[in-house]
């Protein structure tokens, strides 16, 4: 499939993506001048900017986004730091084909600061969630999560490094069992494998998930 990743940050999730030789045929990012940007330009992955400042309309830019989305004949999309909310009508568009990181154990610690909500929780357990995204924010069906220890102690600087150490080893993992045809939406919503649960076992076990 021509995968497109939408950022807006430092485009970490992006790297770890390249570097796992996803086949990312573009980048779009809502801000100008951001580190993703120049990480797209150094695996020579084209690079778009549609800043949101400029076309503050949410449909609008929502349509903008669609339109270079086709232009690329893009297939799927994967959320990298991504700061907005898609319309219902993309969502509809790219049903089953939308995914997106985030950094807490949906449906635990939904929206914006996650890391932060579950550091200051106290919870012990956290992690990172893969998932289809709908309509709801961080609400779609989960795909896959790898869960992360928050020992008595631990810094959130430090617990910062081992999300984002998960998150780059799981998505990329994620993005290529889609793109394998190993994982879909189903037609009722359901996240469905097509692999037998011992050869999901096994590749959960490459990520160390079980
Ligand atoms: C990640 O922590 C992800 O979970 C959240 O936004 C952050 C993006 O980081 N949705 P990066 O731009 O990929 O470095």
Same mark, same amino acid.
């Given at each position: 499939?021509?995968?497109?990743?939408?950022?807006?940050?430092?485009?970490?999730?992006?790297?770890?993506?390249?570097?796992?030789?996803?086949?990312?045929?573009?980048?779009?990012?809502?801000?100008?001048?951001?580190?993703?940007?120049?990480?797209?330009?150094?695996?020579?992955?084209?690079?778009?900017?549609?800043?949101? *400042?400029?076309?503050?309309?949410?449909?609008?830019?929502?349509?903008?986004?669609?339109?270079?989305?086709?232009?690329?004949?893009?297939?799927?999309?994967?959320?990298?730091?991504?700061?907005?909310?898609?319309?219902?009508?993309?969502?509809?568009?790219y049903r089953g084909r939308i995914v997106n990181v985030h950094p807490s154990l949906l449906p635990a610690f939904p929206g914006m600061h996650a890391l932060d909500q579950a550091y200051r929780h106290?919870?012990?357990?956290?992690?990172?969630?893969?998932?289809?995204?709908?309509?709801?924010?961080?609400?779609?069906?989960?795909?896959?999560?790898?869960?992360?220890?928050?020992?008595?102690?631990?810094?959130?600087?430090?617990?910062?490094?081992?999300?984002?150490?998960?998150?780059?080893?799981?998505?990329?993992?994620?993005?290529?069992?889609?793109?394998?045809?190993?994982?879909?939406?189903?037609?009722?919503?359901?996240?469905?494998?097509?692999?037998?649960? *011992?050869?999901?076992?096994?590749?959960?076990?490459?990520?160390?998930?079980?």
């Amino acid at each position: 499939m021509r995968w497109a990743v939408l950022v807006g940050g430092t485009g970490s999730n992006l790297d770890a993506m390249l570097r796992a030789n996803v086949p990312v045929s573009l980048v779009v990012s809502h801000r100008a001048e951001v580190p993703a940007l120049g990480i797209a330009e150094r695996y020579g992955v084209l690079a778009v900017v549609l800043d949101s *400042k400029t076309i503050r309309n949410r449909e609008r830019y929502d349509e903008a986004l669609c339109k270079i989305l086709d232009a690329h004949h893009i297939e799927a999309i994967a959320l990298a730091g991504y700061m907005r909310w898609l319309t219902s009508e993309t969502v509809a568009a790219y049903r089953g084909r939308i995914v997106n990181v985030h950094p807490s154990l949906l449906p635990a610690f939904p929206g914006m600061h996650a890391l932060d909500q579950a550091y200051r929780h106290g919870v012990r357990w956290t992690g990172v969630t893969i998932h289809f995204v709908d309509e709801g924010q961080d609400t779609g069906p989960i795909i896959m999560q790898q869960p992360v220890p928050i020992p008595p102690g631990e810094s959130q600087e430090a617990l910062e490094s081992k999300i984002h150490m998960a998150e780059h080893r799981l998505y990329p993992q994620v993005v290529w069992a889609l793109e394998r045809g190993w994982v879909h939406l189903g037609v009722d919503g359901r996240v469905i494998w097509d692999l037998s649960h *011992k050869e999901v076992e096994s590749w959960m076990r490459g990520l160390y998930l079980v």
